[in-house]
């Protein structure tokens, strides 16, 4: 499997292949803090779900709906749906452990700091406000600990089994309109097991046929019905499927969508979980096939069992004055930089596209502007001095046109692959609902 279509899969929404919202926003993870006296609403395995987490997923699922009470399934579904996440939740996290998969501090660390970032703010405050809500900080650390384990399970179940044909990626690239038109989709799902009986088979597409009668009778709109009636794991996101291209739609699906204007949706087709009905939300033109390629020059210190935080710090701190006083970058990074990369070039980073070398110094770079040396910042090995010497907007090339192409031929298997993966992960479970007890 090609590099491309690894970092595809890394960057991949969950909202594909796992329960959406992440488990660290809706579920508030798998050993949800009880009371002394607690009762089990689940056992799964030899391990139990809590009537604490239960309640606390509950919550939380309605404090997102806040003011939007009105668009949530009756209490009985509601807390069904969101046990049944809970259960995956719990398989899934379990499959990751037994095969291994470890989340270390330091990985976790980092992540929450990115998650605190990208809001925003400081972990400080990404802590504060996760307490104000009346939850647990180290909770939410557990969250995030297992939906890593979860993602890391994921590419490892879909590496094994998904492979991109160089025919595939030439028909993909033959379609008259790849790289053109976006759409936005909705689905309503009424699940089958496998091997269902002609009789599930006649309930299951009387209830979907059902469903859509109360769409086309206005008694409810089609995010609604996806919340109050759906079986899929996004039902509570109203089945939002996020921005698709056509190429990464099933083919059957395909064709009928782009005959659909907004807001329409298509009849119910059987598909391998079940019957389905797709909605297009909206639809847009894509964007140029355009990346954007930085020039820098980098220094770093490392910091190790040699050199502390605080020495590191203040070497950098100390170069960065030496060359605003005018010295020479390159000799510098020659002579005292750690990156073995680029230190023998003067600490040259030659064109490169914007994430090559990880978020930390893609955010550097993009704040600044060409010539301008960056303040230190700190990254998992050390402090590090960047200087942005030029910056391109490049066309993105046959070989990157190809790279795409087998992400999305990729993501696609691999979205089919993992549902039929949990699908017989849930299967092989013993689980004993107690929720009427």
Not at 90 to 108: F, H, K, N, Y
Not at 119 to 131: H, K, P, W, Y
Not at 303 to 315: C, Q, S
Request: no cysteine.
């Amino acid at each position: 499997m090609s590099k491309p279509f690894l970092a595809g899969l890394l960057a991949a929404s969950l909202a594909a292949f796992l329960p959406a919202p992440a488990p660290a926003q809706l579920l508030g993870g798998t050993g949800a803090s009880a009371g002394p006296i607690d009762g089990i609403v689940a056992v799964v395995d030899e391990d139990v779900i809590l009537r604490s987490e239960l309640e606390q997923a509950v919550a939380n699922v309605r404090l997102q709906y806040q003011g939007r009470e009105n668009q949530l399934p009756p209490e009985d579904v509601l807390r069904r749906q969101v046990l049944e996440r809970l259960v995956l939740l719990r398989l899934q996290v379990a499959r990751a452990e037994g095969s291994g998969i470890r989340i270390g501090d330091t990985e976790l660390n980092q992540t929450i700091q990115g998650i605190a970032q990208r809001s925003g703010g400081t972990v400080e405050q990404l802590r504060a406000s996760i307490e104000a809500q009346g939850l647990s900080f180290e909770d939410y650390r557990r969250s995030v600990r297992e939906e890593l384990q979860i993602r890391r399970l994921q590419q490892r179940v879909v590496q094994s089994r998904v492979v991109v044909s160089e025919s595939e990626i030439d028909q993909l690239l033959a379609q008259r309109d790849f790289d053109s038109t976006e759409y936005r989709l909705a689905n309503i799902l009424v699940a089958l097991p496998d091997g269902a009986t002609p009789e599930q088979v006649a309930i299951a597409e009387q209830k979907i046929r059902g469903i859509r009668s109360l769409i086309e009778r206005g008694e409810m709109d089609f995010r609604a019905a996806a919340i109050r009636y759906s079986d899929d794991r996004n039902a509570l996101e109203g089945g939002d499927l996020g921005w698709r291209e056509l190429s990464s739609i099933p083919p059957r699906f395909a064709e009928i969508i782009q005959s659909l204007q907004p807001g329409q949706y298509t009849e119910p087709l059987r598909g391998p979980s079940g019957f389905q009905m797709v909605q297009l939300v909206e639809k847009r033109q894509a964007g140029a096939q355009t990346i954007t390629e930085y020039q820098a020059d980098h220094l770093m210190i490392a910091v190790n069992d040699l050199v502390g935080e605080e020495t590191a710090r203040r070497r950098i701190e100390e170069l960065r004055a030496r060359i605003l006083a005018g010295e020479d970058f390159a000799k510098l990074a020659r002579e005292f930089s750690n990156d073995t990369f680029s230190r023998n070039r003067g600490g040259r980073l030659d064109w490169f596209a914007e994430g090559s070398f990880g978020p930390a110094i893609a955010a550097q770079l993009s704040a600044l502007a060409d010539g301008q040396l960056s303040e230190p910042f700190r990254t998992e090995a050390g402090w590090h001095l960047l200087r942005r010497v030029a910056s391109r907007q490049q066309d993105v090339s046959e070989e990157n046109r190809r790279d795409r192409a087998r992400q999305i031929i990729g993501e696609r298997k691999a979205q089919d692959e993992f549902e039929r993966f949990l699908r017989q992960l849930r299967a092989d479970a013993y689980v004993e609902s107690r929720l009427g007890a």
